[in-house]
């Protein structure tokens, strides 16, 4: 899954998006360096962030998806959103994606999706309880988020990423995303610019604990790392 924001204060300044020129170059580079899925966001959530209004992110993400379905009728879309209005916006103007919610849902959310029976990406940030909401929802495709960046700081984050293997009894995908997030960077004294070979070395550990998806600001690594790992598990 490649990470690409509409937004000028995404923690990672080299997967912003300003225009649609760049949103098209991006995809169609992400596509061509292995990946499967096209992650799209208009709100950065990172700590500290100021979260943009409601009109305003759909006001950037709209054209995106416009382009991109114009462009890249075929490509699996994903929506990073945790505002119900924006996903419900984008399901009926551009059709079926995933709804990746970083946020853990609510009600209408999960009405929604149902509704459209389109892939959610559920959020649990290192809550294990708060995991019975799959066995009392009725969504067909859930994807279990870890929620790396917002489980309470690095070492809740490395925790969490401990007990990912206590996930598979959900048989569900299980995504990881964590490219070149403050649990790499902060610890080893480095910046997010810099972060990108710990990175695959974190990559590796989440794929041989379980994950099913990667999401990613860089995908050429980490489609090498994913060959290799299947190498070595002689798949």
């Not at 899925?37 to 009109?55: F, N, Q, V």
């Not at 974190?202 to 190498?231: C, F, K, N």
Request: with cysteine.
């Amino acid at each position: 899954m490649a990470i690409g924001n509409v937004t000028p204060d995404s923690f990672y300044a080299p997967s912003r998006l300003t225009d649609t020129d760049r949103v098209i170059a991006w995809a169609h580079s992400a596509l061509e360096d292995g990946a499967d899925i096209l992650d799209i966001g208009a709100c950065s959530t990172r700590p500290g962030s100021t979260l943009a209004p409601e009109e305003e992110e759909w006001r950037r993400l709209e054209p995106a998806l416009k382009a991109l379905r114009a462009e890249l009728p075929d490509a699996q879309l994903s929506v990073d959103t945790f505002r119900p209005e924006i996903a419900r916006r984008a399901l009926d103007s551009f059709g079926p994606m995933i709804i990746n919610d970083i946020s853990g849902g609510c009600q209408a959310m999960y009405d929604l999706v149902c509704a459209h029976e389109v892939p959610y990406v559920y959020t649990f940030s290192g809550a294990y309880n708060h995991l019975v909401i799959l066995d009392h929802t009725p969504m067909k495709h859930v994807i279990i988020d870890l929620g790396l960046g917002f489980c309470g700081g690095v070492e809740q984050d490395y925790e969490c990423l401990r007990r990912m293997d206590e996930l598979r009894s959900y048989n569900r995908p299980i995504l990881v995303g964590i490219s070149r997030k403050s649990m790499i960077w902060k610890p080893l004294g480095i910046t997010p610019d810099t972060s990108l070979t710990p990175t695959q070395a974190l990559h590796l550990y989440a794929l041989e604990h379980g994950a099913s998806i990667l999401r990613v600001h860089d995908v050429a690594p980490a489609r090498q790392t994913i060959q290799l790992y299947e190498m070595i598990n002689g798949k």
